[in-house]
């Protein structure tokens, strides 16, 4: 089983920025691939993906929401995924997951890790 463990949310106004990181432990990346994701729910909404990369891959995936704001990168040494949150607005609020699959598609649709969530609120 892999954990996962975000950190980095935080308050922010509009039009700033902020980086999220997650943190992966208890799996070995030489065994297979590893999609890892970002995952965001704002009150009474649904979770939706909004951006995944497959560690040590190159193809990224980006909800339209947030494509060309949002960078998902990674330091897969480090087994670390980072999303750098540009030009945020009011509703990109919500709690931000970090999530795991080793098994496509890359956005998993129901992956088989989470990480406890980070809150991110952009203010006007």
């Known amino acids: 089983q892999v954990q996962l463990m975000e950190s980095g949310g935080g308050s922010v106004q509009a039009g700033g920025s902020l980086r999220l990181s997650c943190v992966a432990s208890?799996?070995?990346?030489?065994?297979?691939?590893?999609?890892m994701a970002w995952f965001r729910q704002a009150p009474g909404s649904e979770r939706e993906s909004i951006a995944s990369?497959?560690?040590?891959?190159?193809?990224?995936y980006y909800n339209s929401a947030v494509k060309g704001r949002f960078t998902i990168s990674q330091d897969s040494a480090k087994n670390t995924v980072f999303l750098d949150m540009n030009l945020l607005k009011v509703e990109d609020t919500a709690m931000y997951y970090c999530?795991?699959?080793?098994?496509?598609?890359?956005?998993?649709?129901?992956?088989?890790?989470w990480g406890q969530g980070t809150q991110v609120t952009v203010s006007s």
């Open positions: 999530a795991a699959d080793w098994e496509s598609p890359c956005p998993p649709t129901h992956p088989r890790a």
């Open positions: 208890g799996h070995t990346y030489t065994s297979g691939r590893v999609c």
């Open positions: 990369v497959w560690i040590g891959g190159s193809g990224k």
